[in-house]
């Protein structure tokens, strides 16, 4: 009976136990594009770049994974890791005392903090003095990430031998964030697009009413703040419906909300007279509102 075919995952994860920290590299890079929230594909991508000697990008994009999965020990023992190996023995400490705290029993943990020469008591209790403490610096291989795959029942890699210390990453108890679905990103696109669509009018309140709030009054105030309200909802809603249907990614979506806030800028000038120098107003402001209505649409679902 043949075998499955092998998922993209698992073809990174296998490249990177083979050595091949270009090729994982390139797989995993791939595949974050397409959701860069999946947390087993930042971890293993992590681990690739420390591999490859980027130690700058394998700690980002550990820090990323960790934030997606915050309860994850593995994770935050390959962070550790590196920390070490880019020379931040500090923060190397932190990471490895946060993965004792999330499994007591981590090995490599406990072995990273033996070779700081801290005592993993303060994180793990359970853990004796007796044990041997190495002061020489550690080679990459005496120090090894946590490069076991995840546990893919129908393929050769979940029979990985796990005698080098790493945990088993096991995708039945570990978090895993996925991106949101169709139904799910518009209503964030629309209900979020309300909200944040409100810091336009807040800021365009509050300069009607430093040059034009004693011709029109307070009833003339009052009735500017429903139009601006109701119209700068509808901005905010119809981009980030527009985001929520292309399912855009992070450059497309500031190029739609600076679109936007172009032709507000434009109509605010044409209609308004308003002045040029207010193109900067509507470019950061409109930043502002377009990152943050993105950040809500694509923001992870974790089961």
Same mark, same amino acid.
């Given at each position: 009976?043949?075998?499955?075919?092998?998922?993209?995952?698992?073809?990174?994860?296998?490249?990177?136990?083979?050595?091949?920290?270009?090729?994982?590299?390139?797989?995993?890079?791939?595949?974050?594009?397409?959701?860069?929230?999946?947390? $087993?594909? @930042?971890?293993? /991508? #992590?681990?690739?770049? =420390?591999?490859?000697?980027?130690?700058?990008? &394998?700690? +980002? *994009?550990?820090?990323?994974?960790?934030?997606?999965?915050?309860?994850?020990?593995?994770?935050?023992?390959?962070?550790?890791?590196?920390?070490?190996?880019?020379?931040?023995?500090?923060?190397?400490?932190?990471?490895?005392?946060?993965?004792?705290?999330?499994?007591?029993?981590?090995?490599?943990?406990? $072995?990273? @903090?033996?070779? /700081? #020469?801290?005592?993993? =008591?303060?994180?793990?209790?359970?853990?004796? &003095?007796? +044990? *041997?403490?190495?002061?020489?610096?550690?080679?990459?291989?005496?120090?090894?990430?946590?490069?076991?795959?995840?546990?893919?029942?129908?393929?050769?890699?979940?029979?990985?031998?796990?005698?080098?210390?790493?945990?088993?990453?096991?995708?039945?108890?570990?978090?895993?964030?996925?991106?949101?679905?169709?139904?799910?990103?518009? /209503?964030?696109?629309?209900?979020?697009?309300?909200?944040?669509?409100?810091?336009?009018? +807040?800021?365009?309140?509050?300069?009607?009413?430093?040059?034009?709030?004693?011709?029109?009054?307070?009833?003339?105030?009052?009735?500017?703040?429903?139009?601006?309200?109701?119209?700068?909802?509808?901005?905010?809603?119809?981009?980030?419906?527009?985001?929520?249907?292309?399912?855009?990614?992070?450059?497309?979506?500031?190029?739609?909300? /600076?679109?936007?806030?172009?032709?507000?800028?434009?109509?605010?000038?044409?209609?308004?007279?308003?002045?040029?120098?207010?193109?900067?107003?509507?470019?950061?402001?409109?930043?502002?509102?377009?990152?943050?209505?993105?950040?809500?649409?694509?923001?992870?679902?974790?089961?």
């Amino acid at each position: 009976m043949s075998q499955p075919a092998e998922t993209p995952l698992e073809t990174g994860a296998r490249l990177l136990q083979q050595g091949d920290a270009e090729g994982a590299i390139q797989q995993l890079m791939a595949l974050v594009e397409v959701n860069p929230h999946d947390m $087993q594909a @930042l971890g293993y /991508l #992590g681990v690739a770049f =420390a591999r490859k000697g980027d130690y700058a990008a &394998s700690i +980002a *994009t550990l820090q990323r994974a960790s934030r997606i999965a915050p309860e994850d020990s593995t994770v935050s023992h390959n962070l550790a890791v590196a920390y070490f190996h880019a020379g931040q023995p500090a923060e190397a400490r932190v990471a490895a005392e946060r993965a004792l705290v999330l499994n007591p029993v981590h090995a490599g943990a406990r $072995q990273l @903090l033996e070779r /700081l #020469g801290a005592t993993p =008591a303060a994180a793990d209790p359970t853990w004796s &003095s007796s +044990a *041997t403490v190495v002061a020489d610096p550690a080679p990459l291989a005496a120090l090894p990430f946590d490069v076991t795959p995840a546990t893919f029942p129908a393929s050769e890699l979940s029979q990985a031998a796990t005698s080098s210390g790493g945990l088993l990453m096991d995708a039945s108890t570990a978090p895993v964030a996925q991106a949101p679905g169709i139904g799910a990103r518009l /209503l964030r696109g629309w209900g979020w697009g309300l909200v944040y669509g409100q810091y336009w009018t +807040a800021w365009n309140l509050f300069w009607t009413l430093v040059w034009q709030g004693s011709k029109l009054g307070v009833e003339g105030m009052a009735i500017t703040s429903v139009i601006m309200a109701l119209f700068f909802a509808f901005c905010g809603s119809t981009l980030g419906l527009l985001m929520a249907i292309t399912n855009a990614r992070e450059g497309t979506a500031m190029i739609m909300t /600076l679109a936007v806030g172009l032709g507000l800028f434009i109509l605010e000038l044409t209609v308004l007279g308003g002045s040029p120098i207010n193109f900067f107003f509507w470019f950061f402001t409109s930043r502002f509102v377009g990152t943050g209505i993105f950040n809500k649409v694509q923001e992870p679902v974790v089961k």
